[in-house]
């Protein structure tokens, strides 16, 4: 009877009394399905000894748990003895799991019926000693097993027998969906890596990955998935946008509600559409309201001024919503005076627009060259960059104007004064007196057999011109016409004259003059450089010397096949120049006794194998935390010396603000790098979960460490290639060092660096515009990646250029474009970045500079700091605006009286 005095079968034995017990009870056949390992849980009463009266040295307190495996149930005669009559033979091939005593766990129950297997207490009690024992069964590979118990002499009942296997069950994390797993079954503790699978509209930002540990627990969650375009994640789930709002990237962003002038009938819109009338420029961004084009100018005026129009208005009354309203200019001639009156032509061809008739974004324009007698219509058009959507004219204002008569052609026959190769002069008369005075001359030429592709115009005050720039052998046509106060003339008959021919005599009698004076320039410069060679060569041995012997002081050596420059003090050499590379792994890294190393628990997944955190023990020294980079088995020899390299390079280094290397193990396996364990890990993801949360002198003490590890990287002559915030780690109190050495095998490891067109592997984001073009890496090219870590760091981890691809953003860098300043950056720190990020690389700032700019701004403090800096880096407001492609706003900021960068900063948000 059970405590609650119901019946319940046991199988008892409780043969105390004879010796030479071998009792066995074979359990049926467990299928071991998905298992590597069982327990089994045992729950049983043993009798002791002592509370036996008059047994001897028989009785026992003890049975054994044993198991066999097999692919199907073993016949009865070998797995069990029959219930009825015991076995005589033990069964074949039982392994044994333990020995199994009654533990010191003792259950008290009152109201128990009398049993052979209970003891009696003092008191005369019964108390029922329910032992509950669970044993491990494994590694099993068979398909199921049979569990045997063996008594040899002890008064047992068994009460029930549990097996069970345990496995992590399925689950989702981080929007990925992990299946059931079962755990390693052999002893070691290692654990199964489970790769995730993205839930329904979801998408992989990086590898989804838990870790199944031996209890069934998952650990160390890695990677994650995003919800894509058009779902945002709810309840742990993506789901759809609804009606109205919209989702245009993947990512883990809410959903957001459509901009003014559109809408998303159906859920899950990537994309809200523009209502009806309204549109989106393809330059717009799907989060830009949708526009209209403008409504027209307003205000046109027409003033002259000689043979120069004035056109000024105002802009429309109705940008459409849209800050890029810009002007086209079109203009008409209608004949004046006797012949073709009335008759109109375009004449955009005939005047000279100042600044020009397309794409104006002022509102006001000069016509150059007008025709006197003339009648001119102008028609301007506002547009803006949806007006090639609207499909309709553009909105435009006209204004008429006659110009007065200022008489008919004034300039008679054109003759040739003389001709070189390159060069013609002209003089004309006038033969008729213009009605007011003439200001000058115009003279058009173009090339007689390439009339149309080109026109090209000198002006002269007086009746002759030398026209230069000639092609030789050339016919030439040329026209003058005369300006005067009260409009042009029209053009004279044309004329047409050729260039002298190639041969090396000059036409006319100023050739011959011009080759004496040559000659007699050409002797007396070679007069010069001789004499000038005479006294230098003296000077030149004596430079030549000197260079000799400082390059012989130099210890010149190269980088990636570069050589890079002599750097003051130590030189970094990298192991592959060595014979034998791993000879730098010897001369530079501490070989690690791996008794002193305990492994605690997997924090990352590297390239070559896990990342675990642990302790590393040295005498007489106090325990110390530490990552362990370690290199899976069946590596070849050539990724053991990849991975070894980068302990090669960073045993070079000895600085607050790079990563240290605490030694390797190379003697036994597994390879391990040990390094200083950082406890915040990498910046980026650091960032991440701290949006907000930082100051901005933590931020700019964090930047402040970087370019410090950088300036010492640089002077030792190391070129990082692969700076980012993803590279950086972080230790409690913020300190953030350099680290992830090894040039191409980071780039190979690191999971932004995508194929360039040739073929390497680069993170685009990161990496200067010559590096990406033609591998021009160098401290300038870490000066452009530092730029960009400044800008993930004051972002919060930002993705630098968002969603752009790879693609887009080699383009924008190419047309100017660069990054803008994350909210709350502080000007100076955004004009910092744009120094790094200049094109030209020489006028990159050295990270020494970089690293003394940010302790001035520390040290001024950073409030204040916007007015008391200067700022070193950039020349004017225009500049400054060219640089973040906001040049359109120049009038802006000089109208309102910014002129220089201090008073920027002080700006206002009115
Ligand atoms: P790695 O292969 O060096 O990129 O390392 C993979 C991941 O392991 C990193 O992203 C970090 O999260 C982590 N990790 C590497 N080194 C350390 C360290 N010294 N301290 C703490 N975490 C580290």
Not at 31 to 42: D, I, L, S, T, Y
Not at 163 to 173: A, G, I, N
Not at 708 to 715: N, T
Request: glycine share 8%; proline share 6%.
């Amino acid at each position: 009877m059970d405590e609650r005095n119901r019946p319940i079968h046991t199988f008892q034995v409780c043969q105390v009394m004879e010796g030479h017990q071998n009792n066995w009870l074979v359990s049926e056949w467990v299928p071991r399905r998905a298992a590597q390992k069982v327990f089994v849980e045992v729950r049983f009463t043993l009798r002791d000894c002592s509370s036996i009266p008059w047994v001897g040295g028989t009785c026992k307190e003890t049975f054994n748990l044993l198991y066999r495996e097999s692919d199907a149930p073993l016949p009865p005669s070998t797995s069990a003895s029959s219930s009825s009559t015991p076995a005589t033979r033990p069964p074949a091939h039982f392994a044994k799991v333990d020995t199994i005593a009654a533990d010191l766990f003792i259950s008290l129950v009152d109201t128990i019926a009398a049993d052979q297997s209970f003891t009696q207490t003092d008191l005369g009690d019964r108390v029922l000693r329910l032992n509950t024992e669970v044993r491990q069964v494994g590694p099993l590979t068979r398909k199921g097993f049979h569990l045997a118990f063996q008594d040899l002499g002890a008064c047992i009942a068994l009460v029930s027998v549990r097996v069970f296997y345990k496995k992590c069950p399925s689950t989702v994390r981080n929007l990925a969906l992990f299946p059931d797993t079962v755990p390693r079954g052999d002893t070691s503790s290692s654990l199964v890596e489970v790769r995730g699978r993205c839930l329904e509209h979801a998408e992989e930002r990086e590898e989804p990955k838990l870790y199944c540990g031996v209890d069934g627990d998952w650990l160390v969650p890695l990677g994650r998935c995003v919800c894509s375009i058009g779902y945002e994640e709810a309840h742990g789930r993506c789901l759809g946008c609804n009606p109205g709002f919209y989702k245009a990237f993947a990512g883990n962003i809410k959903c957001s509600k459509c901009p003014p002038h559109s809408s998303s009938p159906a859920p899950s819109a990537p994309v809200c559409s523009c209502d009806r009338g309204y549109y989106r420029a393809p330059s717009d961004p799907p989060t830009a309201a949708c526009t209209r084009p403008p409504s027209a100018p307003r205000d046109l005026l027409v003033s002259i001024n000689g043979s120069t129009l004035f056109l000024e208005w105002a802009a429309p009354a109705d940008p459409g919503g849209r800050r890029d309203v810009t002007y086209v200019v079109h203009c008409w001639r209608c004949g004046g005076g006797a012949e073709g009156a009335g008759q109109c032509e375009p004449c955009e061809d005939d005047v000279h627009f100042l600044p020009r008739p397309l794409g104006l974004s002022s509102t006001r324009v000069a016509i150059q060259d007008v025709l006197a007698n003339s009648n001119y219509t102008f028609q301007v058009e506002a547009l803006n960059g949806v007006s090639a959507q609207a499909n309709r004219r553009p909105a435009a204002l006209n204004i008429s104007i006659s110009t007065a008569p200022a008489g008919a052609s004034v300039v008679g026959l054109i003759s040739r004064d003389w001709a070189s190769q390159t060069s013609i002069a002209l003089s004309w008369q006038e033969v008729e007196q213009p009605p007011s005075p003439i200001l000058d001359y115009e003279i058009k030429y173009y090339e007689k057999e390439q009339k149309h592709l080109s026109y090209s115009y000198v002006r002269s005050h007086t009746a002759g011109v030398v026209v230069s720039g000639l092609r030789p052998s050339t016919l030439y046509v040329f026209h003058v016409r005369a300006r005067t106060a009260s409009g042009l003339s029209s053009f004279s008959v044309p004329a047409e004259f050729s260039t002298a021919d190639k041969s090396p005599e000059l036409g006319g009698p100023q050739g011959s003059v011009l080759v004496m004076v040559l000659a007699a320039v050409g002797g007396f410069s070679l007069l010069v450089i001789l004499t000038l060679f005479l006294l230098i060569t003296g000077r030149c041995q004596w430079w030549m010397n000197t260079k000799m012997k400082s390059k012989e002081q130099r210890r010149s050596h190269y980088q990636n096949g570069h050589v890079v420059p002599f750097a003051r003090g130590k030189t970094y050499v990298d192991p592959d120049t060595y014979e034998d590379p791993t000879q730098a792994v010897h001369d530079f890294t501490m070989e690690i006794d791996p008794a002193r190393i305990r492994i605690e628990r997997v924090i990352g997944a590297g390239e070559f194998g896990e990342v675990c955190s642990g302790r590393l023990c040295s005498p007489g020294k106090q325990e110390v935390g530490v990552a362990i980079k370690t290199l899976k088995g069946g590596y070849t020899e050539g990724q053991r010396r990849d991975f070894l390299r980068e302990a090669g390079i960073m045993g070079q280094f000895h600085h607050p603000n790079i990563i240290r290397l605490e030694g390797v193990v190379t003697k036994s396996r597994p390879v391990m790098i040990i390094v200083e364990f950082m406890q915040n890990g990498s910046l980026d993801s650091f960032l991440r979960g701290q949006e907000g949360r930082l100051t901005l002198v933590q931020l700019v003490g964090m930047l402040r460490g970087i370019a410090s590890g950088m300036a010492y990287l640089s002077d030792m002559g190391y070129v990082h290639r692969d700076l980012a915030a993803r590279n950086i780690l972080v230790d409690e109190a913020l300190v953030c060092k350099v680290s992830d050495f090894g040039l191409s095998r980071v780039l190979e490891d690191d999971p932004e660096a995508s194929y360039t067109s040739v073929g390497e592997k680069i993170p685009i984001r990161w990496t200067a515009p010559e590096a990406i073009a033609y591998r021009k890496f160098s401290s300038a090219s870490d000066a452009w990646s530092y730029g960009i870590v400044m800008w993930e760091v004051m972002s919060y981890g930002e993705r630098p250029y968002w969603e752009m691809s790879n693609q887009d953003v080699i383009l924008s860098i190419e047309e100017g474009y660069r990054l803008p300043a994350p909210v709350g950056c502080p000007l100076e720190l955004h004009q910092l970045m744009l120094h790094c990020w200049q094109r030209d690389r020489r006028l990159r700032p050295h990270f020494c500079d970089l690293l003394s700019f940010l302790d001035k701004l520390i040290h001024n403090g950073l409030s204040e700091s916007v007015e008391s800096l200067d700022y070193p880096f950039f020349i004017s407001v225009g500049d400054w605006l060219d640089s973040i492609k906001m040049s359109q706003y120049k009038n802006n900021f000089i109208a309102a009286g910014y002129t220089t960068l201090d008073s920027v900063s002080a700006m206002s948000i009115e």
